[in-house]
């Protein structure tokens, strides 16, 4: 349900428009949704903490106590202007 939502209101944007500061329709659209949607993954490691379970998937999820160490601020900030960018 939610593929064919989101397929027809992109469809709903029109035919694809690329011009230099003045883009418009469905193309666009999703070129800049997932930019941003990508910026948000940086952004929760640096700023909130991962609650370390154990269960049958441990050892992937712990990965996410140590990305936090991973992801710099210059790296937020990269991946803001690069999304921002776009």
Do not use: M
Not at 30 to 57: C, F, M, S, W
């Amino acid at each position: 349900l939610y593929v064919i939502v989101k397929l027809e209101l992109v469809a709903s944007l029109g035919k694809s428009v690329w011009v230099r500061g003045a883009c418009e329709g469905g193309g666009p659209a999703i070129v800049v949704t997932h930019t941003l949607a990508r910026l948000t993954a940086p952004l929760l490691i640096k700023t909130n903490d991962y609650v370390d379970e154990q269960g049958p998937k441990y050892k992937f999820y712990s990965f996410f106590v140590e990305a936090k160490h991973l992801v710099t601020w210059s790296r937020v900030i990269f991946a803001t202007v690069s999304s921002f960018a776009v």
